[in-house]
């Protein structure tokens, strides 16, 4: 979007349209510096005149609102990138840093958190094998193909196949520190 002179009227449309779009509207450029400026100059303006200050009072009630529902956006897209690293449209110089801060906590959060309750953090140590034979190539329980191995390779197998070919001493296990 174009700069666009800022008015009551176009905040008031741009407060309609973040009300509709469940997306993040295009903002004209600069339009919260623009906005600040607006509002300084309505508030310079002779207090005493009535409508003036009423239409002050609603313009911080606009735009108060089109702050919070983009903000409320970006949160809702936070989560969203955090999962999937699709990234919002749309958001100003300021919401960017915003968002971007907002991801990294979540990401971090899920990285940490959701491992620790799905137990994926539990496991300190890799089991691994050293082949005692040659092993053709084979089809793990995972439906992944291993192989074909030489005597001496080592490998990381699934728990499954690995405890088999430990029972038919094709394999040693040995364990290493993650």
């Known amino acids: 979007m174009a700069e666009e002179t800022i008015s009551f009227d176009i905040i008031r449309k741009i407060q309609r349209e973040e009300q509709i779009s469940p997306k993040i509207t ?26 003036t200050v009423l239409e002050t009072k609603n313009i911080e009630r606009l735009v108060e609102d ?14 969203i990138s955090a999962r999937t690293g699709i990234e919002p449209e749309n958001l100003s110089e300021e919401e ?3 968002y971007q801060k907002l991801v ?3 990401k971090k959060r ?9 137990g994926e ?13 040659d092993v053709p190539q ?7 193909n291993y192989g074909p191995f030489k005597k001496g390779d080592i490998a990381k197998l699934p728990e499954e196949n690995m405890k088999l070919l430990i ?5 040693e296990e040995f364990k290493i520190p993650k």
């Open 96 to 98: 960017k840093e915003f």
């Open 110 to 118: 899920r990285e940490s958190d959701l491992k620790k309750i799905l």
């Open 138 to 144: 084979f089809v793990g329980v995972d439906e992944k």
């Open 26 to 51: 295009k903002l004209p450029e600069n339009f919260y510096s623009a906005v600040s400026d607006y509002v300084s100059q309505k508030r310079k303006m002779k207090e005493e005149d009535r409508r």
């Open 121 to 133: 953090e539990k496991e300190e140590i890799v089991s691994m094998v050293i082949f005692k034979e």
């Open 167 to 171: 029972e038919k001493t094709i394999v």
């Open 66 to 79: 089109i702050f919070n529902r983009r903000e409320r956006k970006i949160i809702n897209y936070s989560i």
């Open 104 to 106: 990294d906590i979540i």
